[in-house]
């Protein structure tokens, strides 16, 4: 997000304002990122008034209009969905006959592949899956994106600018989206389970709670913007702390103990064979 520039986007009709639609919301309303028009569409009116004072937006309350979500995808060029799963297949039912011919339909809603999208959509609709993370909060995103069926490569490049606005996007055949998920999409718990831990460590070394997590953020944020701005292979960061014979190197043997790779394996392929099971009903 930092380094979005002069992007200039169609016009984009948002169906649910939660967390992560407000947080693609925040991205198209960047410095730098021309949008032709949003619209946005959400259950309660209190929410939608809060989203009509904002320049650039226009919100529909589906709690007062019952045609809220057939408004806002009339004339709009990209329908990015962002209700729960469940809602998913009575929604694009609701505004398939409101598509017009070359619209472009993102999900953001895991579990619904593209073919059933497909199957509930006209033809002359392409559907895009698309599966941000939680640091799209903060333009720190990494933004997994499979193409459909119909889907051309001008489609995906729109649908890449867009999620360009919150952070980075690899694209990835759909057969791979739930494999990214549990890397990217259930990524961020992992490291702050390990913040959790090390910080907890911390307390139980005599620091006070302020105090661990000012030494655990500090460092994992450090370590982050290092590796970025750096460009070496976290491996080589790691021996460059690591001296021989000193204390780091005593602990990352202790750590070594516990086969990090093959636990993050397990983990990952616990979370993969869950996603299996959720995209079977």
């Known amino acids: ?13 948002m ?12 991205g198209l309303l960047a410095p730098g990122v021309q949008v032709a028009g949003v ?24 709690e007062t209009q019952a045609d809220a979500n057939r408004l806002a995808v009339d004339g709009a060029q990209v329908v990015i969905v962002a209700v729960k799963p469940a809602m998913v297949r009575d929604l694009l039912a609701e505004i398939t006959g409101s598509l017009a011919p070359g619209t472009v339909v993102v999900s953001v809603a895991a579990g619904v592949n593209t073919e ?26 990494v933004t997994g994106v499979s193409a459909g069926s119909r889907t051309d490569p001008d ?17 990835v055949p759909e057969s791979q989206l739930d494999a990214l998920s549990t890397i990217s999409g259930s990524g961020p718990a992992y490291v702050f389970l390990l913040i959790e831990a090390l910080t ?3 307390v139980q070394k005599g620091f006070t709670p302020e105090q661990a997590a000012t030494l655990v953020n500090g460092t994992f944020l450090g ?43 397990r983990a ?4 993969l064979a869950r996603a299996r099971e959720l995209a079977a009903g």
């Open 1 to 13: 997000m930092d380094d979005v520039q002069n992007v200039t986007l169609p016009t984009i009709a």
């Open 15 to 26: 169906l649910g304002a939660g967390s992560m639609g407000r947080a693609i919301l925040s």
């Open 39 to 62: 619209r946005v569409t959400n259950r309660s009116e209190a929410r939608a008034a809060e989203l009509a004072g904002t320049p650039g937006v226009t919100a529909y309350a589906t």
């Open 116 to 141: 059933t999208m497909e199957s509930l959509l006209p033809d002359s609709v392409s559907v895009v899956r698309a599966m941000p993370n939680t640091p799209a909060v903060v333009g720190k995103a």
């Open 155 to 171: 489609d995906l490049e729109v649908v890449r600018a867009l999620f360009e606005t919150v952070g980075e996007v690899v694209e």
């Open 200 to 202: 907890e460590a911390a």
């Open 223 to 265: 370590a982050s913007e290092l590796l970025v701005s750096s460009g070496e292979d976290p491996a080589e960061l790691r021996r460059r702390v690591t001296s021989p014979n000193g204390t780091t190197e005593r602990a990352i043997a202790v750590l070594s103990e516990a086969d990090l790779p093959a636990l993050f394996a």
């Open 268 to 271: 990952t392929d616990a979370a």
